[in-house]
């Protein structure tokens, strides 16, 4: 029996980022992205039409809806769904602030290929490794 790929969504402004990391997150094993949007509107849009990924990987900083009013919003009307913020900026007050506002992981944008898929495992709780380093960053 064959378990079902974890499905994500990709979500930032910045057209070649998003090509990119959804690149990337299609060669892990048994991950699949279930769509990209440029911002936290269209993300919400895609969900409420029922495509409802497991993790989504989103900016911080995008038009219309940034990821913080994102993840307060996904907090409420999609629990089930882990969220992880991927920015530049690593300061400890706003990754603390990310994390009480319902944030399950941070990366940065310069993360290695294997942070990132460590980080994905990690926030649906598939690899106690990478717990570790997700909870220190949070």
């Known amino acids: ?8 969504a990709v979500v930032d402004d910045h057209i070649l980022f998003r090509k990119g990391l959804s690149a990337l997150i299609s060669g892990f094993p048994n991950m699949e992205v279930a769509f990209e949007a440029g911002d936290g509107q269209e993300a919400l849009e895609r969900l409420d039409q029922g495509i409802v990924p497991d ?4 900016d911080l900083q995008m038009p219309v809806l940034d990821g913080l009013q994102t993840v307060r919003l996904l907090r409420v009307q999609y629990p089930q769904v882990r969220t992880i913020i991927i920015s530049m900026h690593d300061e400890p007050e706003l990754i603390d ?3 009480a506002e319902g944030a ?4 940065l ?4 290929p294997e942070e990132v898929h460590r980080a994905i495992l990690a926030v649906l709780g598939q690899d ?11």
């Not at 993790?55 to 989103?58: I, P, T, W």
């Not at 399950?104 to 990366?107: D, I, N, Q, R, V």
């Open 1 to 8: 029996m064959t378990t079902p790929p974890i499905r994500l």
């Open 55 to 58: 993790v989504v990987l989103m």
């Open 97 to 99: 602030s990310l994390r």
């Open 104 to 107: 399950h992981g941070y990366l």
């Open 109 to 112: 944008k310069n993360a290695s």
């Open 128 to 138: 106690t490794r990478a717990n570790r380093i997700i909870s220190a960053r949070f």
